[in-house]
């Protein structure tokens, strides 16, 4: 099997407050480029939108642009940036920090499909 998509024309582009997602989905990977804006806070842009109070998915990023700070719900907490590769577990919350945007890949399914999507 060989897949190619482009991001260039993304399958899906998902707008949220302070920023947006674009995604393509394939048959073993769903690939997202999310763009935060300065302002951009998990619990008060996208947590209206998820229905829970902190980001209950599982991500697999790479940080090309921008300072992000991730609390865990446990407590833990770090601050990523350019070059920073990270797995976050769900339970956390996310800001920007600073004033550039944030633009991280995140290759995980449940994220492409699901991130910042209002629950029916």
């Known amino acids: 099997m060989l897949e190619v ?3 260039d024309k993304p399958d899906e582009r998902r707008d949220f407050p302070h ?5 393509v989905h394939m048959s073993d990977l769903d690939f997202a480029v ?3 804006e300065p302002g951009w806070r998990w619990t008060q842009d996208v947590a209206p939108i998820a229905g829970t109070d902190t980001c209950q998915m599982h991500h697999n990023g790479y940080v090309l642009r921008g300072r992000m ?3 865990m719900d446990d407590g ?5 940036g350019p070059g920073d590769v ?3 577990s769900p339970g956390h919350d ?6 550039e945007p944030v633009v991280v890949c995140d290759f995980q399914g449940q994220t492409a499909r699901e991130f910042a999507k ?3």
């Open 19 to 23: 920023g947006h997602m674009e995604a």
């Open 76 to 80: 833990g907490e770090s601050e990523v």
């Open 69 to 71: 700070r991730i609390h």
């Open 86 to 88: 990270f797995v976050v």
């Open 94 to 99: 996310a800001w920007v920090v600073g004033d």
């Open 118 to 120: 209002k629950k029916e």
């Open 34 to 36: 999310a763009t935060f």
């Open 5 to 7: 998509k482009t991001l």
